[in-house]
């Protein structure tokens, strides 16, 4: 059974950092993409970062130079350090990892950014 377990969400005030953690499990095949997704209340789902097995990143362009994705491949775990929050990053941050043809889903974490 595939399991993607998120951590780190949490309250901070705006300049504040946060750092998201979610391990994967179960996933038998070779993982090639994981990334964090995000949705704001209201809005879509939208991209944050990427990051491939060889370590190729793509980011928002509203997170660039603020936050970093780096993953372990040995544990299967994909990291997202967030620094400089404000309060548009306030949304529900979703892990997301793809095996072949299958993308798996956590069960998101709530990132909330406010004084």
């Known amino acids: 059974q595939v399991q993607l377990v998120e951590s780190g969400g949490g309250l901070v005030p705006p300049g504040g950092s946060l750092r998201l953690s979610c391990a994967a499990s179960g996933i038998i095949g070779f993982i090639y993409h994981m990334g964090w997704y995000r949705e704001p209340r209201g809005k879509q789902r939208e991209l944050v970062a990427t990051?491939?097995?060889?370590?190729?990143?793509n980011y928002a362009d509203s997170v660039k130079g603020r936050f970093t994705i780096s993953r372990d491949n040995a544990k299967n775990t994909v990291i997202l350090q967030m620094n400089n929050l404000k309060p548009e990053d306030t949304a529900v941050y979703y892990c997301?990892?793809?095996?072949?043809?299958?993308?798996?889903w956590g069960q998101g974490t709530q990132v909330t950014v406010s004084s």
């Open positions: 997301n990892v793809i095996s072949g043809t299958a993308s798996y």
């Open positions: 990051i491939t097995n060889a370590r190729s990143t």
